[in-house]
């Protein structure tokens, strides 16, 4: 170009610009968005044969029109500038918009090229976000490129790793770990932790899915504590009484021995008549094993005795006893 008179020689034409018409004083137009123009380019085409000619800005980056270098430096919109947040920028962007917004199950930060897709235990639920977020206790992503994450599965607790605060990746719930021996945990979004089989029951399996899976004790015996894998830790059911299935600290005395029988430790519904009281004796009920002789039978009864004694009657009229008033 020639801005001036009695010029010698033309001027180039300067970075930014385009001078592709002759005999001109200035540049005939600004370098094309998408792209940045060094000094004398000769043309707009960015695909003609002509040189110099308008350079692509490169991915990552956008171009407004008359870009002149291809050095950015942010908030200079002569230069390339980094790609917006949540979009990204293939070769030649034009926009601040970018190419596209990044979409669901990607994630795009300043300067993207391209859509990252998001790691296992992680998701992004909508479009044009800038940062793939953890899957939140409770749940778990398998796949990469997740729109959502899956709440765990019974059986199963989606909990963060014991090292999550040193390490991202330890951070990141991939998959579900089964819930070990004597635990359980239902379906419940809002109950992450396997939790303890209730006293009473015993359970050796794992995934537990729910507490009504957890099996109850053996008769005989009593299991005062949660999360128990085996009933030989349990204790006897004490004498006098009669211990079901299930059988916990607070339903142990639930049951007396019935009347007219004996109850040693480790007396269940199965063996509650198998010990009949001894001849000449009797047991009212709950009575234990070691007091068999406690209550002879009666031969008679004085005044004196039914003031400070009451008579029971077994079951078969074949037995009177006393019994101290209460």
Same mark, same amino acid.
């Given at each position: 170009?020639?801005?001036?008179?009695?010029?010698?020689?033309?001027?180039?034409?300067?970075?930014?610009?385009?001078?592709? #018409?002759?005999?001109?004083?200035?540049?005939?137009?600004?370098?094309?968005?998408?792209?940045?123009?060094?000094?004398?380019?000769?043309?707009?085409?960015?695909?003609?044969?002509?040189?110099?000619?308008?350079?692509?800005?490169?991915?990552?980056?956008?171009?407004?029109?008359?870009?002149?270098?291809?050095?950015?430096?942010?908030?200079?919109?002569?230069?390339?500038?980094?790609?917006?947040?949540?979009?990204?920028? #293939?070769?030649?962007? +034009?926009?601040?918009?970018?190419?596209?917004?990044?979409?669901?199950?990607?994630?795009?930060? *300043?300067?993207?090229?391209?859509?990252?897709?998001?790691?296992?235990?992680?998701? !992004?639920?909508?479009?044009?976000?800038?940062? *793939? &977020?953890?899957?939140?206790?409770?749940?778990?992503?398998?796949?990469?490129?997740?729109? !959502?994450?899956?709440?765990?599965?019974?059986?199963?607790?989606?909990?963060?790793?014991?090292?999550?605060?040193?390490?991202?990746?330890?951070?990141?719930?991939?998959?579900?770990?089964?819930?070990?021996?004597?635990?359980?945990?239902?379906?419940?979004?809002?109950?992450? &932790?396997?939790?303890?089989?209730?006293?009473?029951?015993?359970?050796?399996?794992?995934?537990?899915?729910?507490?009504?899976?957890?099996? +109850?004790?053996?008769?005989?015996?009593?299991?005062?504590?949660?999360?128990?894998?085996?009933?030989?830790?349990?204790? *006897?059911?004490?004498?006098?009484?009669?211990?079901?299935?299930?059988?916990?600290? !607070?339903?142990?005395?639930?049951?007396?021995?019935?009347?007219?029988?004996?109850?040693?430790?480790?007396?269940?519904?199965?063996?509650?008549?198998?010990?009949?009281?001894?001849?000449?004796?009797?047991?009212?009920?709950?009575?234990?094993?070691?007091?068999?002789?406690?209550?002879?039978?009666?031969?008679?009864?004085?005044?004196?005795?039914?003031?400070?004694?009451?008579?029971?009657?077994?079951?078969?009229? !074949?037995?009177?006893?006393?019994? +101290?008033?209460?």
């Amino acid at each position: 170009m020639c801005p001036g008179y009695g010029q010698l020689s033309p001027v180039q034409c300067p970075a930014g610009f385009v001078c592709d #018409e002759p005999g001109k004083p200035i540049w005939s137009k600004q370098c094309p968005p998408g792209y940045w123009c060094s000094e004398g380019t000769r043309t707009d085409n960015a695909s003609s044969s002509v040189f110099p000619r308008p350079n692509p800005c490169d991915a990552g980056t956008y171009c407004t029109i008359g870009v002149n270098t291809k050095v950015s430096v942010t908030g200079l919109l002569s230069t390339p500038q980094p790609c917006v947040e949540g979009t990204y920028c #293939e070769l030649a962007c +034009p926009s601040p918009q970018g190419t596209a917004q990044c979409p669901a199950g990607y994630f795009c930060p *300043a300067s993207a090229s391209a859509p990252i897709p998001t790691l296992p235990g992680t998701s !992004t639920k909508r479009p044009g976000l800038s940062f *793939a &977020q953890s899957c939140e206790t409770g749940t778990y992503s398998p796949i990469e490129k997740s729109q !959502t994450c899956v709440v765990c599965a019974a059986g199963h607790k989606c909990m963060p790793s014991a090292n999550a605060s040193l390490s991202e990746d330890a951070s990141r719930l991939e998959e579900p770990e089964l819930c070990g021996p004597t635990t359980f945990r239902p379906y419940n979004p809002y109950i992450f &932790q396997c939790v303890k089989c209730p006293a009473g029951t015993v359970s050796t399996k794992v995934g537990v899915g729910d507490q009504s899976l957890c099996e +109850p004790c053996p008769e005989g015996v009593v299991c005062f504590v949660e999360g128990l894998d085996d009933p030989s830790k349990s204790t *006897a059911c004490p004498e006098g009484f009669v211990c079901g299935p299930g059988t916990t600290s !607070t339903t142990q005395t639930n049951t007396k021995c019935p009347a007219g029988y004996l109850c040693s430790f480790g007396t269940s519904p199965n063996t509650m008549y198998d010990t009949k009281c001894l001849p000449g004796f009797g047991c009212p009920e709950g009575t234990p094993f070691t007091q068999r002789t406690k209550y002879p039978c009666l031969k008679g009864t004085s005044l004196f005795k039914k003031m400070f004694y009451s008579t029971i009657d077994m079951p078969d009229d !074949t037995c009177r006893f006393l019994l +101290p008033r209460r």
